[in-house]
């Protein structure tokens, strides 16, 4: 893996890190389908312009229009409505360790894709990182009013549709298709899609009410990480390789669960260290395979 991939990968996993601090911020004085619906939208109408001016065309193949809708449904409809709805149910050091899983399910739909067989130890980290995963989940000591089980299991859903894209989004990387025009084109014809609906759906009140702060944490996700983190990520997985540029996303927690102590004041338990510890090990465990 050459340095500029590797620094384009690292830059866009601690953006991504602190997606969920970001929304948890958002979603304190917007509402989650408020906060799912701009930061597509906002997203959407910062790079339909970009496209134009940079002329990016979209893919003339069908298969590469196949993956460009995939990756862009996946990534900027339904795994933001999902996320957002899920983190303004549960706490952010939950949505964020959760998240931690990305790797392995990336690599996961990556291999089911190719038809490829998983060695033992990638199925043994699996097992470890998800029994994690549901020690995390099924907290009964957990405070109700940070976490709840349906948030979690919401969150753990849109991980999914959020594999799934960046798997759709690397194949038409490396298909030859640029990661500007997978990003910019993505979640601006969704963004497009979206807009005729938004009247319909948007709390104008509640938004005008909404102080700075809530509105930085959607903007860091609309255009942070909609933006700048999908461009560098596409383009990592792309050109380094999505098994081998995954395994950086393991770091993705780190910076998630530094912001949601000093920002939120979210606490550390010691059920959540045994879990998150767990999740780490069967992550890392799991790309040992690789």
Request: aromatic share 12%; with cysteine.
């Amino acid at each position: 893996m050459s340095w500029i991939v590797f620094v384009a990968a690292l830059g866009a996993v601690i953006i991504f890190g602190g997606s969920a601090v970001a929304t948890k911020v958002a979603v304190s004085a917007i509402s989650a389908i408020d906060v799912a619906l701009l930061r597509t939208i906002i997203g959407g109408l910062v790079a339909i312009p970009l496209t134009l001016a940079l002329h990016i065309r979209l893919p003339d193949r069908v298969r590469q229009k196949w993956l460009l809708a995939l990756s862009g449904f996946s990534g900027f409809i339904a795994f933001p409505l999902l996320f957002t709805l899920g983190v303004s149910l549960t706490s952010a050091n939950h949505a964020t360790m959760i998240l931690a899983i990305l790797p392995v399910l990336t690599g996961a739909i990556a291999m089911a894709w190719d038809r490829q067989r998983p060695k033992l130890i990638w199925w043994s980290g699996c097992a470890l990182a998800f029994s994690g995963e549901t020690l995390l989940i099924y907290d009964p000591s957990a405070d109700s009013t940070l976490a709840s089980i349906d948030g979690d299991l919401l969150v753990a859903i849109s991980t999914l549709f959020a594999s799934l894209g960046y798997v759709a989004g690397a194949r038409l990387q490396r298909s030859g298709y640029s990661a500007r025009g997978t990003t910019f084109w993505g979640v601006g014809l969704f963004a497009l899609l979206l807009l005729p609906v938004a009247p319909l759906l948007l709390d104008f009140e509640g938004l005008q009410a909404a102080g700075g702060y809530a509105w930085s944490g959607l903007i860091y996700q609309a255009i942070g990480v909609t933006i700048v983190a999908y461009i560098l990520w596409y383009w990592a997985l792309g050109t380094g390789g999505i098994a081998r540029v995954g395994l950086l996303q393991f770091l993705q927690p780190v910076s998630g669960v530094i912001l949601a102590f000093f920002i939120l004041s979210e606490q550390l338990s010691l059920r959540f260290l045994t879990a998150s510890t767990l999740v780490m090990l069967g992550v890392i465990l799991a790309f040992r395979s690789k």
